[in-house]
């Protein structure tokens, strides 16, 4: 653990040098101007000059977000402090997602644990409906003790999940060979607290201890640095290249070498699943995606 930790600190030290650097002229998201709460209204708050968003669960219900307008393309970034405490059983989402059948769909969630117990990340994405894409990591901090951020990156040639400007997964297009992408559909920012112990926490063994209750997550700083879906022509609007749509840009399109050595440390100490390596869920039948490079 000691070794890990004083890898983490020289990592840090790089990040300032090598992180995600990215145009800074963030489209300010207040989050009453940008977002309305779909379910538990009457638990949930915004507050802080619309700069802060808590969300509550309790036994009465749980409650969400969902931005007002839908993006494709771009980059999505929240400040989150997660639940403290027993948190087994709660799920805190924060996600891009469309509606219907064929829906698409890219997903941070956060599983709750029995104190002193870890949370773990559960990463997703869905494409036209389909997903069963889960990879799953362990955090190198605590995430109830402050806020981190979470940023999920997407454009035409990839989708990449950040936190604190670390990348720990890559999912990339090949559509051209017949592997669905999230390219077509506008997708809402969300975030939610909910009640999920019937799966969450070792497999749903572990219940919510409603005597903890209210469990809360709080939420800071939203940012949507994203193409504005207008409908079907922003299919093509949003993936033009253009100094406009700055998430085309070639130095977007794949991680950097530095980039890359990062997600491999954050894969080879703190990744606890990844579906392509399940040989016996999928029945020997892997997901094609799998046998490609990534990144």
């Known amino acids: ?17 090598t992180a995600f650097v990215v145009d800074q002229s963030f489209v300010e998201a207040n989050f009453p101007k ?3 709460i ?8 915004f507050a802080g000059n619309g700069e802060d968003l808590q969300l509550v669960l309790d036994q009465t219900s749980g409650s969400a977000v969902k931005s007002k307008r839908s993006f494709l393309f771009g980059s999505i970034e929240m400040l989150i402090k997660l639940v403290p405490g027993n948190s087994a059983g709660t799920v805190t ?6 509606t219907g059948d064929k829906h698409d769909e890219i997903d941070f969630e956060f599983l709750g644990n029995v104190s002193g117990q870890p949370y773990i990340v559960h990463t997703n994405i869905y494409t036209q409906g389909n997903g069963s894409r889960e990879q799953q990591f362990y955090l190198w901090f605590d995430p109830t003790a402050d806020f981190h951020n979470y940023t999920i990156h997407w454009n035409p040639t990839e989708v990449v999940w ?10 990339r297009n090949y559509e051209n060979e017949g592997i669905a992408f999230p390219n077509k559909q506008g997708m809402r920012v969300q975030a939610s607290l909910w009640n999920a112990d019937n799966w969450a926490t ?11 209750a209210p469990f809360i997550a709080r939420f800071r700083r939203f940012r949507a640095r994203a193409c504005k879906w207008d409908g079907p022509v922003s ?11 700055w998430w085309t840009s070639p130095r977007f399109g794949q991680l950097s070498s530095s980039q ?9 100490n703190f990744m606890i699943y990844d579906y392509c390596k399940d040989t016996k869920r999928f029945k020997g039948q892997i997901p094609p995606e799998c046998f490609k490079q990534q990144f």
Not at 162 to 171: A, E, H
């Open 162 to 171: 950040y936190i604190d400007n670390l990348p720990i997964r890559v999912f």
């Open 93 to 98: 989402a924060y996600y891009v997602s469309s």
């Open 260 to 268: 890359i050595g990062q997600m491999n440390w954050v894969r080879q």
């Open 235 to 245: 299919i093509n609007q949003c993936a033009t290249k253009s100094p406009a749509n």
């Open 202 to 212: 070792r497999g749903g063994l572990e219940k919510i201890d409603w005597n903890g």
């Open 1 to 17: 653990m000691q070794s890990k930790m004083a890898s983490l600190r020289a990592l840090l030290l790089a990040l300032f040098i």
């Open 38 to 45: 779909n379910w538990g209204a009457h638990h949930s708050s």
């Open 34 to 36: 940008s977002m309305y």
